[in-house]
């Protein structure tokens, strides 16, 4: 059973940053694929960031250039930098991981959330 904990959201002002760490259990690490999504209340779940075994990363235009996806194999960790924040990214932050699957890249994995295990997620608020 792989099992995923995230960690590292908080409050924060608009136009700061925040990290977010998801440590993933499981022997097989550097084939999976991970995701960040988020939700707010009210709102659907939303894919922000995507990064697959080789490393192809996906994001949304609502935060392209503003957060940025990595990941530590060594570590069995995925990383969700993002900056310039704002109120608007106000949600529950979950962590996201399946398989590699060669024929559906990671904008596809993201984009349908075909993910088999998730986190139990983050807050992250950010004031005006």
């Known amino acids: 059973q792989v099992q995923l904990l995230e960690s590292g959201g908080g409050s924060v002002q608009s136009g700061g940053s925040l990290r977010l760490s998801c440590a993933v259990s499981g022997y097989d690490y550097s084939r999976y694929c991970l995701a960040w999504f988020r939700q707010a209340p009210g709102k659907k779940r939303e894919g922000v960031a995507a990064i697959d075994s080789d490393y192809s990363t996906s994001y949304p235009d609502s935060v392209k250039g503003r957060f940025t996806i990595s990941r530590d194999n060594a570590k069995s960790t995925v990383y969700l930098q993002m900056n310039n924040l704002s109120p608007e990214d106000t949600a529950m932050y979950y962590c996201?991981?399946?398989?590699?699957?060669?024929?559906?890249?990671?904008?596809?994995?993201?984009?349908?959330?075909?993910?088999?295990?998730w986190g139990q997620g983050t807050q992250v608020t950010v004031s005006s």
């Open positions: 996201a991981g399946g398989v590699h699957f060669p024929e559906k890249d990671v904008a596809y994995r993201l984009q349908t959330a075909e993910f088999a295990w």
